[in-house]
Every structure is written in C-alpha cells, then in structure tokens.
C-alpha cells in the first residue's frame, strides 16, 4: 500500500507482532523475541515487503511516550529525591565505565576516538521500555530496587539529552570530521552545556510550579463533564502535548517530558483512573517499539563481524553492568537489590539508537559500527528477560543469606548495646514498617487524624522527610530484632507491614507476634503465595490487592444500592 504507508505499516507490525508472539509463546520465548522477528521480517535487510521505517520508529517513539506518562502517574516527586544519592552518581559512574570499555574496543579494532567515544557512550545507556517492563512484570517498580532503576533511568536520559546537544562540539574535539578541535574554544563548550541545562532546568521548573496546579486541575474539570470519552482524550493530550512541548521548546527528549508529565497528573486523585484509560494504548505502542527494532537489524553483521558483536555484547551484559553491582554494593544496598540493577540494565535500546544516528550522521562513526551496535542490542534485548528469570531462581539462595545476615547483625547488636536503637516512648501507637507509597498514604493519613504513629524506615532520605513532617522514625531494617525491639510492640496499637517482599514481610510478622502474641498485624501481599506465607507467620489480617477490590464491589452489592436504583429505575 503504497498510497498508505502509515496504516500499512501499523497494520503489518501488529498482525505480525502477534503471529510470532503466538509463535514464541508456543516455543517457550518470551514475547519480545516474536515481536523483535516481526521487525526482521517487514525490515529492508530481509526479501519482500518493507515498512516504513521512519514512521514505525514515530509510532515507537509514541508507545515509549505513554510507557513513561504511566511510571509518572505512579512515581512521585519524594520517590524521585529518595534515590538521588545512588541514582546520580550510580548512573554516571556506570556510563563512565561502559564508555571506556567501548572506547577500548574501538580502539582494538583500529577505530578513530570520535568513532570510539560515540560506540561507548551509546552502549552505556539502557533502553527505557525494556527496563520498564521488566520491573512491571516482576512487580518491582513500588519497591527500594524499582525506585533507584527509574531514578537511574532518568539520570541516564538527561545525561543523554545533553550529550546529542554536545555531539557536534565532542567530534570536533577529538578530529572526527578531520577539521581539528583546537578552533573550539572551552568557552563555547562551557556556554553550550549551561544553555541545555538551563533549558532543562526551566522544564522541571515549569512544570513543578505550573504543571503541577494546572494538570490535575485540568482533569479535575473535564471528569465533571461525566464523559469518559472526553478524559480519556484529555489524559492523551495532556501526556502527549506536554511530551511533544518539552522536546521542541525545551530540549528535553519525549521520555522525560511525559515522564514529568505523568509524575505531575499524578497528584490527582483521579491519576489511577488516567492509568486504566491509557494501558491498552500503552501495551499496543509498545510492541511496535520492539517492531521497529526489528527492522534495523541487519544480521549480516553477524556473519562479517561476530566477533566484535560479541566483544560489545560482553560490555552491554556484563561490563556495565558489574560497574552497576560494584557501585550498588559500595553505597551500602544489600546484594538483591545490586543484581536487580545490574541485571536491569544489561540491555540497551532507544538512546543509543538515537545517539549512534546522529553520529553517522555527523560523519563520526561508520555504518559498520551502526550495524555492530544494533546487533549487540537485539541480542542484549532477548537476553534480558533469562537473566531476570536467572535472578528469579536465585531468590531462595538470596532469602537465605540476608537471614543469616540478619541474624548476625541481631547477634552483633546485643553484643554491642550502644548500637541498639533507643525503645520508643510511645504508647498506642501503630508501627508502620516501610514508608515506600503504600506506608507513606497509610502513615501521613494516620498522623494526619492525629494518631500517634511510629515508622521503621533506613532510607536516610526517607527518615529525613519524616522527621521534618514531625513523624516518629527508627532507622533501621524493620527485619531486625532489635529494631522491632526498639518499637515498643508490648505498648503499641497495631503493627502495619508494607514492605512488598514476602519473605522480608514475613520475617517481620514473626519477630513482632513472638514479641506481642495479642498484637493485632496487618501486612500486604501481592501473591495467594505471599498471603499463605504471611499468615503462616502470624499476621491477622493480609491485604492483597485484587481480594481487597472485589470484596469492596460485593459489599456495595450486599447494601442492596444496585438493586435500589433498578427498580426505581423501572419503576
């Protein structure tokens, strides 16, 4: 369909998308794999028909917008600020040293520095809808570890926003194009860099102040129109318009913009109503990311160049991603939460795409490299997901030594006394173990009616917050026998346990019912499993999401309203 190359490609990478997905799930693949082969086949490096390129990779870059708008409506500001001090440093340090080892590489293999420099700095940022989807399939994105990923994911795209501003200038230093660098004065370099951060610092601003009145307001009036089709149309040009707004007016790439976007509708309470109107069109936008992928595929490559595919593929994997384990494990985070990152970020995607194009384009890397750089990403994108299930299958060993681990900080605080925590002087007081979203709206609405309220929390961010909200806190690991000790459970009301782990939760359930038999405790869940698990432990009462929804929409139909309103309706 020459005459209609949009509803052709849309079409075609749909139905094929679906056709090898069936196909992949048949075989025991996970879906990326046939939604990646789709791409191949419609590509222009296999016979037969060829989409439009150009247009699938907008209709990509749409499906990568929604999948930000909806992380933002579930990820706050405070979520954001509580991760900075590993997410900052975390994610340049990690980008430092994926773009050394591809540097190396490229000069192993005879490249120019420009041609070497560009090939590192693009293997060293992830793909956002991959990591994305990782921690929603895992069910990771409310937990410490789904936090700092987003929160590295983001470090990664605005240092990304502003290496494409300061591509041209960074050829031009190290000789790409053959003109020399000495002509570049470190001034003009210097005013480039504060001009794109100011744009971006303008952006936030903007939308922080303004954006975060004017959206939910916004959302506020149309949702007292009473038409769903009407908000439904104003949560998609709320997310798309302020996406499309950052990039051309601000600089800002399409991710962050819908990123901000979301994080800022998510200050509504409609903002869970806005998430269930854009999740079908998300899912669907997003498989023609990986479609598009597809299409720039060239495995020839693979026959010519394997070798260098590998070595790059061996710095995606494993390079940078054991520069993410070290610097997790040198901030102090325990070692599931290290392989988590590590393991989400052993992939790249979209940016360094756009990055690598845009240094073909600048004549500073070669189609050859281009062609190496794809490939390694393919192949780093369908290894992914056996590297999550890899972790998966650690878990039981991961369960195992932090016990040990606690056990033996339990035994080296009551052999060291001064290290346990002060006994709280409070008295009727529900103890909330973990401030992630779900402690934070129980606690604030707790201390909010002025009941007394007690937290477990050891993000020194976290315990930061609190403290200036004048909420009591106890730093440390709420698993911990003396900081559960240290919570007065024989005087308090009731202990809440929001930590999404089961074991962790679990652990915490068992030291608080040896400590009080008749306290009552409350705990979530997020599986049948976890449920049984944590009653086992001794928890009274164990929420789980879905059990709690459908037990509210029956009790509404026991009040016996529906049947009210029916038959004044007929009669």
């Known amino acids: 369909m020459h005459d209609a190359p949009l509803i052709a490609t849309l079409v075609s990478g749909i139905v094929l998308a679906f056709v090898f997905a069936a196909l992949a799930h048949k075989l025991r693949l996970?879906?990326?794999?046939?939604?990646?082969?789709?791409?191949?086949?419609?590509?222009?490096?296999?016979?037969?028909?060829?989409?439009?390129?150009?247009?699938?990779?907008?209709?990509?870059?749409?499906?990568?917008?929604?999948?930000?708008?909806?992380?933002?409506?579930?990820?706050?500001?405070?979520?954001?600020?509580?991760?900075?001090?590993?997410?900052?440093?975390?994610?340049?340090?990690?980008?430092?040293?994926?773009?050394?080892?591809?540097?190396?590489?490229?000069?192993?293999?005879?490249?120019?520095?420009?041609?070497?420099?560009?090939?590192?700095?693009?293997?060293?940022?992830?793909?956002?809808?991959?990591?994305?989807?990782?921690?929603?399939?895992?069910?990771?994105m409310e937990t410490e570890r789904g936090r700092?990923?987003?929160?590295?994911?983001?470090?990664?795209?605005?240092?990304?926003?502003?290496?494409?501003?300061?591509?041209?200038?960074?050829?031009?230093?190290l000789g790409g194009d053959g003109q020399g660098g000495a002509a570049l004065s470190f001034g003009a370099v210097a005013g480039t860099i504060a001009f794109t951060i100011g744009k971006v610092a303008l952006f936030v601003g903007l939308m922080l102040v303004v954006g975060g009145r004017l959206i939910p307001w916004i959302l506020k009036v149309v949702a007292h129109t009473g038409s769903r089709e009407l908000f439904r149309l104003a949560v998609l040009a709320i997310a798309l318009g302020v996406a499309f707004g950052a990039a051309d007016l601000f600089g800002v790439s399409f991710e962050?913009?819908?990123?901000?976007?979301?994080?800022?509708?998510?200050?509504?309470?409609?903002?869970?109503?806005?998430t269930e109107e854009t999740l079908p069109l998300r899912d669907a936008f997003a498989v023609l990311f990986f479609v598009s992928i597809g299409m720039l595929f060239n495995y020839h490559v693979m026959l010519t160049q394997p070798w260098v595919v590998l070595a790059a593929l061996l710095i995606v994997v494993f390079g940078k991603s054991l520069a993410a384990l070290g610097i997790v494990l040198v901030s102090g985070r325990p070692l599931r939460t290290a392989l988590t990152i590590a393991t989400s970020l052993a992939q790249i995607g979209e940016f360094s795409f756009i990055l690598i194009g845009v240094g073909v384009v600048?004549?500073?890397?070669?189609?050859?490299?281009?062609?190496?750089?794809?490939?390694?990403?393919?192949?780093?994108?369908?290894?992914?997901?056996?590297?999550?299930?890899?972790?998966?299958?650690?878990?039981?060993?991961?369960?195992?030594?932090?016990?040990?681990?606690?056990?033996?900080?339990?035994?080296?605080?009551?052999a060291t006394p001064t290290e346990i925590p002060p006994t709280s002087p409070l008295s009727g007081h529900v103890v909330v173990a973990g401030y992630g979203r779900v402690g934070r709206l129980i606690g604030e609405a707790l201390h909010a009616q002025g009941h007394p309220v007690l937290v477990l929390e050891e993000e020194k961010e976290c315990v930061a917050m609190l403290h200036q909200q004048g909420i009591a806190t106890i730093v440390g690991n709420a698993a911990r026998d003396d900081v559960l000790a240290a919570a007065n459970l024989a005087h308090a009301r009731a202990?809440?346990?929001?930590?999404?782990?089961?074991?962790?939760?679990?652990?915490?359930?068992?030291?608080?019912?040896?400590?009080?038999?008749?306290l009552p405790i409350i705990a979530r869940a997020d599986s049948d499993a976890s449920k049984a698990h944590l009653r086992q432990q001794g928890a009274d009462l164990v929420v789980l999401a879905e059990s709690e929804l459908a037990r509210g929409m029956l009790e509404h139909l026991r009040a016996g309203q529906f049947a009210q309103t029916a038959s004044s309706g007929t009669a």
């Open 30 to 140: 996970p879906p990326l794999a046939g939604y990646l082969m789709a791409g191949v086949v419609v590509g222009p490096f296999t016979p037969g028909y060829v989409a439009d390129g150009h247009l699938a990779h907008q209709l990509a870059e749409v499906g990568v917008v929604l999948l930000m708008f909806g992380v933002g409506l579930h990820f706050s500001l405070k979520d954001l600020l509580s991760v900075k001090n590993i997410a900052i440093p975390g994610a340049l340090g990690q980008m430092a040293v994926a773009t050394v080892l591809g540097m190396l590489l490229g000069w192993g293999l005879g490249w120019p520095l420009a041609q070497g420099f560009v090939f590192g700095l693009a293997l060293s940022v992830a793909s956002t809808v991959v990591l994305l989807r990782a921690m929603e399939e895992h069910r990771l």
């Open 148 to 173: 700092i990923a987003i929160g590295w994911l983001i470090v990664e795209d605005l240092a990304m926003v502003l290496a494409l501003v300061l591509l041209p200038a960074v050829g031009l230093v």
């Open 256 to 274: 962050l913009g819908a990123f901000f976007a979301g994080m800022m509708m998510g200050e509504s309470k409609l903002a869970q109503r806005a």
């Open 362 to 414: 600048q004549n500073l890397v070669s189609k050859e490299a281009q062609d190496v750089l794809l490939a390694a990403a393919i192949l780093s994108i369908l290894l992914n997901p056996l590297l999550f299930k890899l972790l998966d299958r650690a878990k039981p060993w991961l369960d195992a030594r932090e016990a040990r681990q606690r056990d033996g900080a339990a035994a080296a605080a009551t």
């Open 495 to 518: 202990l809440v346990v929001t930590v999404p782990d089961a074991f962790e939760g679990g652990e915490m359930v068992r030291v608080a019912r040896l400590a009080n038999p008749r």
